[in-house]
């Protein structure tokens, strides 16, 4: 059988997607390649000037791409709010909602909302951003959801009692957390639309190691330019291009093989690289409980609520 790969993705004409963070890496690559087959894709991004020019290196890629800049802040709840309703009130249906921004391994720093940083982007913007959204996704028929987790979430830890890290703060610790953040919260996602027999498709997605601009902001961030020479070194030999990191996100959003509540990542060495399979999250860290805790601290921290365990009767 022939590996899955970008010119596998089928027609997406007509469909209405949303990429956060879609001016760089993976994001750049996965609105490429829905909008190359057909879809009109909605760049999410904190940085108009940045969104602009990626969208001119993408209509010289992709002449006729149906694009569109819209300002996403996912630090601050207040622009992920104005987002949703400028989005709402231009578009009648969602058939694709690819949360895919992302901060790796910052110094501490603290979102608008007073949340650390990376929990709060990587995780919090985003489940408002779903929650805000999630009336349009479950009105469009056949729309997905995918989540794009890391490989690091092995190593998360999911610690409710010190969730912004005003104690101990460790920068790699708070970036594994809020991928495993991540993937509690796509399982949860999952199993609640289902018990509800809301038709909407819920996914995760991570890339292996793909070479983005990740590490070297983090290496700017920290201020530590040497690590960007380093990183651009490590990048060059053993990473994969961000184009193929972007398949295991396209694959999810568009392959008819996906399930509901699956995780999809590289099938190569240790999921570092290769075309997208079927992968599977630590089993240790995604109990029942974690999942539900943090779903409730989720509503709580950002003041948004959808399908709460009060409503799920
Ligand atoms: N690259 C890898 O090997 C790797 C591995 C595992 C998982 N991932 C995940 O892949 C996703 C994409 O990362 P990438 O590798 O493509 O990195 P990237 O090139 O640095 O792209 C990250 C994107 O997120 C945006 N972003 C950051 N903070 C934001 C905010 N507050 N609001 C809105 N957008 C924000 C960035 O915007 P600016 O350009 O304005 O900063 C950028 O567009 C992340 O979730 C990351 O955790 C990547």
Redesign the pocket.
Same mark, same amino acid.
Request: charged share 15%; hydrophobic share 30%.
């Given at each position: 059988m022939s590996k899955w790969n970008a010119g596998l993705i089928p027609s997406q004409e007509g469909k209405v997607a949303i990429v956060?963070?879609a001016?760089? &890496?993976?994001?750049y690559f996965t609105s490429k390649g829905l909008a190359e087959n057909g879809a009109e894709v909605v760049m999410a991004?904190?940085?108009k000037a940045?969104a602009e020019e990626a969208v001119d290196t993408l209509l010289k890629d992709v002449p006729g791409a149906k694009l569109k800049v819209m300002e *996403?802040? *996912?630090?601050d709840l207040s622009s992920v709010k104005t987002f949703t309703e400028q989005f709402t009130k231009e578009y009648k249906k969602l058939d694709l909602l690819i949360n895919?921004? &992302? *901060?790796?391994a910052i110094p501490y720093r603290k979102t608008k909302d007073g949340f650390e940083m990376q929990f709060g982007?990587?995780h919090l913007g985003h489940f408002a951003l779903s929650a805000q959204l999630f009336a349009l996704l479950r009105s469009t028929p056949g729309a997905r959801i995918v989540i794009?987790s890391?490989m690091?979430h092995k190593f998360g830890n999911m610690d409710l009692d010190n969730l912004n890290w005003e104690k101990n703060y460790r920068k790699w610790s708070a970036y594994g957390r809020s991928?495993l953040a991540n993937i509690l919260f796509m399982l949860e996602l999952a199993e609640r639309v289902d018990s509800k027999g809301i038709e909407l498709k819920v996914l995760a997605a991570?890339?292996g190691?793909?070479a983005?601009?990740?590490l070297e902001?983090g290496a700017e961030m920290n201020g530590r330019p040497w690590l960007i020479k380093a990183g651009h070194m490590v990048n060059s030999i053993v990473?994969q291009s961000?184009e193929m990191?972007a398949l295991p996100s396209l694959y999810a959003a568009t392959s008819e093989e996906v399930e509901q509540g699956g995780y999809y990542g590289p099938g190569g060495f240790n999921e570092m690289r290769g075309h997208p399979v079927r992968v599977y999250p630590n089993n240790k860290k995604i109990g029942k409980d974690s999942r539900v805790k943090l779903w409730e601290r989720s509503e709580e921290l950002t003041g948004v609520s959808f399908l709460s365990n009060a409503n799920l009767a």
């Open positions: 956060t963070g001016n760089s &890496g993976l994001g991004c904190r940085n940045k *996403l802040d *996912l630090s895919n921004a &992302g *901060l790796m982007v990587n794009v890391s690091a991928k991570h890339p190691y793909a983005s601009n990740l902001k990473a961000t990191g």
